[in-house]
């Protein structure tokens, strides 16, 4: 687990929750920040009077001491990173009376995130863990909407101590996650009910809002619960309120008895131990209800004693509610387009959510448990080790929904402080499914292969007539789809992300979609390709030509190998996939792959790296050298394919990306920085041999994480580790909790999906799956299609895995 102390506290925020089921983040100082549980992204969204305190007590010498259970927050950078927003304390000044603890620390190994509260006047250690199931392969188990919190409180004084740890959380029913709450008081509350829950061993709060019509987008449940001795006060008015509820709470019998057994502070606290009483009723109008529950404890010195609590969730309704792109149709701006939360259907409210996770808790925390300890414990080298670890923290960001039905969706990104100079930082960012940005992602569709065939399913759904794949998905998919319109982002459909359909459906069939599957998509793969040849490749000489719309928001126009290559990689693929359940078509793919890997070798190869012939024309890139040249080559090794170009050419390639583009230092360059003042990124494209056109590619100035993992990756795959390692420690430099999230990488928005391709480095660096260019002898954690474990790789190149879930 990664440590961050001192300054390197002040952006980190850990997500937590489920898949597609909302989202509350744990900060470097142990505040809870940027509340998105009902499905709205938000980075700034914030739940006020929801916090965890301590009052610990002794007789002799009498001693009573209370705190905040997070640190002050912690000042701001003198230079704080341009376009994210992650640093921000969205309650300083506004703290709770009680003082905070002295200083934190903050250590994480996904699933799982540790803050240790350190203090000279507490007399006990404290030392919270929080985590949502997580569970490779397991989509479902990892789509609880719920966070547990286990504290762990250790008595290292000489005296016998007892107290109280406080958990608590608002009503936040009928807030629509956006606009600022103040205290208890907010647009949308009134009428909020709190109902006390007691069942044998359990105390808890559950929260709603009868007075919402049960379509409102607000509209849902949420529970505050502990397992511990506990007492609640179940409506409170103000934060004050609930730590003078701890102030005043008291454990008389065990005092006077000297029994402090769990069955006597059991006992104790269900006969009432304040004597504050808690307002009846539901809210008032404009306001609504903090809760709290209060775990009594007991320490002998030395001893230690465990507190869970958790906070779950259910909002069932989701609307297409959007920004859509494509042209504007004036008929829907009264519709809402419900499209509801898949896993609200499995659960009838926040208490089956709970009793889902109580029935299951032995299996979800121990294979949780296991992943991470797979991944922290492997023998990665640091920087990747991390990288894979945080890459979850993508696939369960706000970026990604499941409807009702089961469909997978995913936005580009968050909408956040880098989305902020043309669209407002709240919602998701560029909708839908953009196939050219998830051409990138491989962590969702290797960790959970049904989620990512699904979309696959939904891509094929909306081909259009000619054979072509608009790159973004209009949901409802009732709706008319971005068929012979702009579509945004580029204007026609992306090249290169059809080019990906192709790869990504391969990769599907490798993680155990099956050959009916495949069958089932085979005719609209066909179509795809011969629309592709028709219209890019008519001369059939096996090279694309023409306007090429790409992921860089413009089209290419010269043969380039960005394009040309994941064109090689599908023609390959298709050959591979053809001989499974069309074998007639398969010499006809490896033909033209053959022909279009020669002309493509000869057309633009330069001696260092493969260049374009300069054609005039706005964005292209010409003599420059392109960090994502050979993107197709990077799917082709993920795939298994081989060498779709000259290995030793591929190698040349790679080094050169990595000597002229692996920058130190930035200037203003005109477009979103993501890399400044004197750190190291990896740019998009740079012209070392002169030749920069007057309108150059665009964004190539800008540093982008997805890029700078796949040439990583692909460096590893090549044997080129020293390069490799490089480029991932910069952006690890970059992302060290000082100025920036290291489990949030931005691009247009947060949490952004390009950033998935971190999860190529693990197969890269162990050689699982593949054949790796350089043997690493170690173990290493390995997600197949149908199972997950360990596999170790031994000094001979022989290897030996342990299957922890799922079966190979």
């Known amino acids: 687990m990664r440590r961050y102390t001192g300054d390197a506290r002040r952006a980190v925020a850990f997500p937590l929750g489920g898949f597609g089921t909302g989202h509350v983040a744990l900060a470097g100082d142990g505040s809870l920040r940027q509340w998105q549980l009902s499905g709205v992204a938000n980075h700034r969204g914030f739940l006020p009077d929801s916090f965890f305190a ?87 188990a990892s789509s609880l909407p719920l966070v547990r919190y286990r504290f762990t409180l250790t008595n290292h004084s000489a005296q016998f101590r007892h107290g109280w740890l406080l958990g608590t959380l608002q009503n936040g029913i009928g807030w629509d996650g956006v606009t600022p709450v103040d205290g208890t008081r907010g647009a949308g509350y009134g009428g909020n009910v709190n109902r006390l829950v007691r069942r044998p061993g359990q105390t808890g709060v559950l929260m709603d809002h009868p007075g919402l019509a049960e379509d409102d987008p607000a509209y849902g449940e949420m529970l505050l619960w502990t397992d511990g001795p506990a007492a609640a006060l179940p409506r409170a008015a103000s934060a004050d309120a609930l730590l003078r509820f701890v102030e005043t709470a008291k454990l008389v019998t065990p005092v006077q008895l000297g029994d402090y057994s769990d069955d006597a502070l059991r006992a104790a606290v269900a006969g009432g131990v304040s004597p504050m009483r808690a307002p009846s009723g539901p809210s008032p109008a404009g306001h609504t209800w903090d809760a709290g529950v209060a775990v009594a404890f007991a320490l002998r010195p030395g001893e230690s004693t465990t507190v869970d609590v958790v906070h779950a969730w259910w909002f069932p309704n989701r609307y297409a509610d959007f920004d859509r792109f494509g042209p504007r149709h004036p008929q829907y701006n009264r519709s809402r387009f419900w499209v509801g939360n898949h896993y609200a259907t499995r659960f009838g409210g926040a208490l089956d959510v709970l009793d889902a996770y109580l029935a299951d808790r032995e299996r979800l925390d121990s294979a949780s448990r296991a992943w991470a300890d797979a991944v922290s414990s492997s023998d990665l080298p640091e920087p990747l080790r991390e990288a894979i670890s945080a890459q979850g923290t993508l696939v369960r960001s706000p970026t990604f929904f499941r409807t009702a039905d089961g469909k997978v969706y995913g936005f580009e990104g968050a909408l956040g402080e880098s989305t902020r100079n043309w669209n407002g930082d709240v919602g998701g960012s ?101 629309r592709i040849a028709a219209v890019w490749d008519a001369d059939g000489d096996g090279v694309l030509q023409g306007d090429q719309p790409v992921t860089y928001d413009i089209s290419l126009h010269g043969p380039n190998m960005f394009v040309g290559g994941l064109w090689l990689a599908a023609l390959r693929a298709m050959e591979r996939m053809a001989a499974l359940v069309d074998p007639a078509a398969a010499a006809g793919y490896a033909e033209r792959f053959t022909l279009g890997r020669d002309n493509y070798d000869k057309l633009l190869w330069n001696g260092e790296f493969y260049a374009q012939p300069v054609t005039g024309e706005a964005f292209d890139f010409g003599s420059g050298c392109l960090s994502d040249q050979l993107l197709g080559q990077w799917w082709a090794h993920q795939l298994g394919l081989g060498h779709i170009l000259p290995a030793d050419r591929v190698r040349t390639a790679l080094a050169s990306i990595v000597r002229y583009n692996l920058r130190t230092g930035f200037a203003e360059h005109g477009y979103r920085v993501f890399a400044d003042g004197d750190e190291t990124g990896l740019v998009v494209c740079s012209w070392p041999l002169g030749g920069r056109p007057a309108v150059p590619l665009r964004y190539c100035d800008e540093v982008w994480t997805g890029v700078e993992y796949q040439v990583a990756a692909h460096c590893l795959y090549e044997g080129l580790t020293d390069e490799g390692l490089a480029v991932v420690a910069a952006l690890q430099a970059r992302h060290d909790g000082t100025r920036r999230n290291p489990f949030n990488e931005i691009e247009c928005g947060d949490h952004y999906v390009r950033a998935m391709a971190g999860w190529s480095l693990l197969d890269a660096w162990s050689g699982f799956g593949a054949v790796p260019q350089t043997t690493r002898p170690g173990r290493y954690p390995f997600v197949a299609g149908t199972g997950w474990g360990v596999v170790t790789v031994a000094e001979d190149g022989s290897s030996s895995t342990e299957v922890l879930g799922g079966t190979l």
């Open 430 to 530: 560029c909708p839908l499914n953009c196939n050219h940005v998830f051409n990138y992602e491989q962590a969702l569709a290797r960790l959970f292969p049904a989620l990512g065939r699904d979309m696959r399913e939904t891509e094929f759904a909306v081909q259009a007539p000619d054979g072509t794949l608009p790159h973004r998905v209009v949901l409802p998919l009732y709706l008319p789809q971005l068929h012979d319109v702009p579509i945004g982002g580029p204007e026609r459909p992306a090249l290169d992300g059809m080019l990906g359909a192709v790869l990504k459906t391969y990769r599907s069939v490798l993680d155990g979609a099956g050959e009916v599957w495949l069958r089932t998509h085979w005719s609209a793969l066909r179509h795809l390709v011969d």
């Open 54 to 140: 301590l009052r610990v007590s002794s007789l002799e010498p009498p001693d009573d001491v209370v705190r905040l259970l997070r640190s002050a927050p912690i000042q701001p950078h003198p230079t704080p990173a341009p376009n994210v927003s992650d640093a921000d304390v969205p309650d300083a000044g506004k703290l709770p009376p009680w003082p905070t603890v002295q200083r934190t620390e903050f250590r994480a190994g996904y699933p799982f995130a540790e803050v240790t509260y350190l203090d000279e006047a507490l007399p006990v250690d404290v030392v919270m863990e929080a985590f949502t199931p997580f569970v490779p392969l397991d989509h479902e």
